[in-house]
């Protein structure tokens, strides 16, 4: 497909771009540094050898190249050593940045390393918003494929999700050395899918896994610290009602989630079709908010009683709550949650999500369609500003 323009800004000095391998972090490195640049790759083979023996030879490299003032290292976490001689260069010379990327830095941490102590910025890359894509963005093929570049790209997007999830999803794990029993996790991955989008029980997710409780508390973070999937907390400031105490999950893309769950004869398409739509917009404000700075926090909302909001976003100068449907009407008990927590929380702007067309005020509450949402979702705008703009 045509390259597609990404919301990812620089911080302006040397820094890290975690991601899931296959959201186009190389790409875009490509793209935006096409000159003027040192790139070591340490997914080749013989650059591996090379910088895993001698991590020094990184010193002697730039010094060679004094004009340089950009140096990238794809994939950091295969050599943690390299942190050393980057933090070295680093205070020597103020004037070169590094840009250094990796799926995780899980690894890096569980090394000793401390990410040179400040001295470069950390940041993250996503599957791409719906509001990068543009017009080419299309909803129904969003819920079913999710939106990592590889698979938006391909001209078999079904076969090209499931090769994802086969392939990297056992193998990053796998190859980084992060679990010990690949079997093991992959029935923790399965059973974990049907919580996508719900409280998370780690107690029965290890009953049905057949895993012991620590290594699915383990396998949930593993998960966490490679940006596979999210966990978001209640929001409790101030609270007014009894709340639940325990996180909500989700997967980092609708397609991985729709290609890990499982689905039988006694499974409502329109059931999973709305938990990926939730997790769309989910992914989408994740990827929002990182791009924005990360100003908010996002929670969710929900009562002992069982009443819950999906997600609260919380922030300096935002403070929306929203409800996500799979639905073209809007029934009066599907804005009954969101009155709830107006009632309690009555200086929140509530906004429902819907797949219908119609731009509706009810009972105080916007309701727009999801679609319109994802499109003008951009890092540069409020939430406010997006439900208040014209059709």
């Not at 093929?141 to 090209?160: H, N, Q, Y």
């Not at 079709?273 to 404000?285: K, S």
Request: proline share 4%; with cysteine; charged share 25%.
């Amino acid at each position: 497909m045509d390259l597609i323009h990404r919301f990812f800004k620089e911080p302006g000095m040397s820094y890290f771009i975690f991601g899931p391998r296959g959201t186009g972090k190389s790409t875009w490195l490509k793209m935006r540094y096409k000159s003027n640049c040192l790139y070591l790759d340490l997914l080749s083979p013989q650059v591996f050898r090379e910088y895993s023996a001698r991590p020094e030879k990184l010193e002697q490299l730039v010094a060679g190249n004094s004009n340089i003032q950009k140096i990238i290292i794809d994939e950091i976490q295969k050599v943690p050593a390299l942190l050393d001689v980057v933090h070295k260069v680093i205070e020597n010379n103020r004037e070169i940045e590094f840009v250094l990327t990796g799926s995780s830095s899980r690894k890096l941490k569980r090394g000793g390393v401390d990410l040179l102590s400040g001295r470069a910025a950390n940041k993250t890359f996503h599957p791409f918003m719906a509001s990068e894509l543009g017009k080419k963005f299309i909803l129904e093929d969003a819920i079913k494929f999710g939106l990592l570049p590889v698979v938006t790209g391909s001209e078999s997007p079904a076969e090209t999700i499931n090769s994802y999830v086969s392939l990297y999803m056992n193998e990053e794990v796998k190859n980084e050395g992060l679990v010990r029993n690949i079997g093991d996790f992959n029935r923790f991955l399965e059973i974990i899918s049907f919580s996508n989008g719900s409280i998370l029980n780690t107690s029965e997710i290890a009953r049905e896994s057949q895993n012991g409780r620590k290594a699915v508390e383990n396998y949930i973070s593993i998960l966490e610290d490679i940006l596979l999937a999210f966990r978001i907390p209640v929001f409790s400031k101030r609270a007014k009602r009894h709340l639940v105490k325990h996180q909500k999950f989700y997967f980092f893309d609708a397609g991985v989630y729709r290609t890990i769950r499982p689905a039988g004869p006694l499974d409502s398409p329109q059931e999973i079709d709305g938990i990926a739509l939730e997790n769309l917009v989910f992914q989408n404000l994740i990827a929002w908010n990182a791009y924005k700075g990360n100003g908010n926090d996002i929670f969710y909302w929900r009562t002992k009683s069982g009443t819950e909001v999906d997600f609260i976003l919380y922030g300096k100068d935002t403070f929306v709550a929203i409800e996500v449907k799979n639905s073209n009407k809007i029934r009066s008990q599907d804005l009954k949650p969101l009155k709830s927590f107006l009632t309690d929380y009555p200086q929140a702007e509530g906004l429902f999500l819907y797949r219908g067309t119609d731009k509706l005020q009810i009972d105080g509450i916007n309701c727009i369609s999801c679609e319109h949402f994802l499109r003008n979702l951009v890092p540069w705008k409020s939430i406010h500003s997006i439900i208040n703009m014209n059709e």
